[in-house]
């Protein structure tokens, strides 16, 4: 049974440290971002556990607030639906979903726990983007961070500027019950650069693995999941590919919180440039010699 990487992760840059790493400080991060852009080479998922009490709490409360939505009264959950499709509160074919975008117009009425999935969505954002930045220092790539970071929008916008934000947090509620609607679970690719999941249950997210059987995702509290999507694919000239992945029935009635991490809308993505030095190094995975 092909095991996942699970790995320690914690969102601060600590190249800005003062004063600065020493050798083994040095050694252990580049070991992080060489295993975080392996385990998305080889598997399209990295499991983070995380080292920040901040994000670990702020994603706790947000779980919370989407669980609570979802038990609240059909009138209240209606009222937070939207008259633009995939945003808002929506019910589909086994599952309930709500779609919850920083800087976003309002929805048709007040949405209780909206502070919490702020918080959640900006600490899930925090977390994308320095994913992305160690995923730039990894050996395979030797990008600067700017190279995918500099895709993204600026991190402000959304709440400064009242900008609806790219990305977008899609809570989800899964039909509980001996038979669940399949389509609620179905195999996908996500659209979007990374997509950040994070369950209080411990099972129900798979990928395809290597050999196409499905891996257990494991999430729980203090994990995170990242999985590669469609826009860092492009953005990498498919030295990464989106990964499939379906939800397991686990009769449990699971809530999930999926960040979807976006390039700006007006990102000019020039693959090439991104990966010219990784793609042209002889020891480079996208390199001549492979
Ligand atoms: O609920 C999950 O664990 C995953 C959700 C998902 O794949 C998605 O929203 O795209
Ligand atoms: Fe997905």
New binding site residues.
Partial sequence: MTALTELDFSVADILAAFPPLGEPGLRAYRSRCNAIWEALQKQGVVVLKLGDGDVEEGLLRGLKACSRFFESTDTAKISASSCIPGEGYARRSGKELLAFRLGAPQLAGPLEGKPQLEVACACLNRLGRAVLRDLCRSAALGLHPAGLGGLLEDEGGPLLRGQPSASAL?A?KYEAGPSPSALAFAP?H?RGAL?L?A?TQAQ??QVAGPGGAWLDVPLGPGRVAVLCRYSLSYALGGLLRPVL?R?RPCGCGRV?A?YELCLRPSAVVDPGAVTQGAATRPDSPGGPCT
């Fill in positions: 899609r989800s996908h996500d997509t999941v369950s129900g997210l992945h939800v999930s999926a």
